[in-house]
């Protein structure tokens, strides 16, 4: 087997990991708490390694993409298990189906509304402009 490379060998502090990502430290804690990451401990100190900083990685994409935390820890598992990528990519892509449709119809809703302002503003101003 071959040895581990520089990178794979390198671990990153919580302060490390939460600049690198834009986050805080209570917000690293806060995914490790809920079992999203595992760092490893020594003593007190939290050492993260690639594993921990790809799986960050992948959460808060999700987070900014709208998806719950549920749905992330379930993409990211997958990945763990014996089917490994495939498995993951094909929940994913059912996930992302999901997502879209739901910000279309939000998008929609938006724009219904909006739309609905318009004109109600329109039906203000016309009946200010009779009052004056």
């Given at each position: 087997?071959?040895?581990?490379?520089?990178?794979?060998?390198?671990?990153?502090?919580?302060?490390?990991?939460?600049?690198?990502?834009?986050?805080?430290?209570?917000?690293?804690?806060?995914?490790?708490d809920l079992?999203?990451?595992?760092?490893?401990?020594?003593?007190?100190?939290?050492?993260?390694?690639?594993?921990?900083?790809?799986?960050?990685?992948?959460?808060?994409?999700?987070?900014?993409?709208?998806f719950?935390?549920?749905?992330?820890?379930?993409?990211?598992?997958?990945?763990?298990?014996?089917?490994?990528?495939?498995?993951?990519?094909?929940?994913?892509?059912?996930?992302?189906?999901?997502?879209?449709?739901?910000?279309?119809?939000?998008?929609?809703?938006?724009?219904?509304?909006?739309?609905?302002?318009?004109?109600?503003?329109?039906?203000?101003?016309?009946?200010?402009?009779?009052?004056?």
């Amino acid at each position: 087997m071959p040895s581990p490379t520089v990178t794979e060998q390198r671990t990153w502090t919580i302060r490390e990991v939460a600049e690198e990502f834009g986050v805080t430290h209570r917000t690293v804690r806060h995914y490790e708490d809920l079992g999203l990451i595992s760092p490893e401990r020594r003593g007190t100190q939290r050492v993260y390694h690639r594993r921990d900083r790809t799986r960050l990685g992948l959460i808060l994409r999700g987070r900014r993409l709208g998806f719950p935390l549920e749905e992330i820890r379930t993409i990211i598992d997958l990945y763990d298990r014996p089917r490994g990528k495939a498995s993951q990519l094909e929940y994913v892509l059912g996930q992302i189906d999901e997502r879209r449709t739901d910000l279309e119809q939000r998008r929609r809703d938006l724009e219904d509304a909006l739309t609905e302002l318009d004109e109600f503003e329109r039906r203000c101003r016309e009946d200010l402009d009779r009052l004056r």
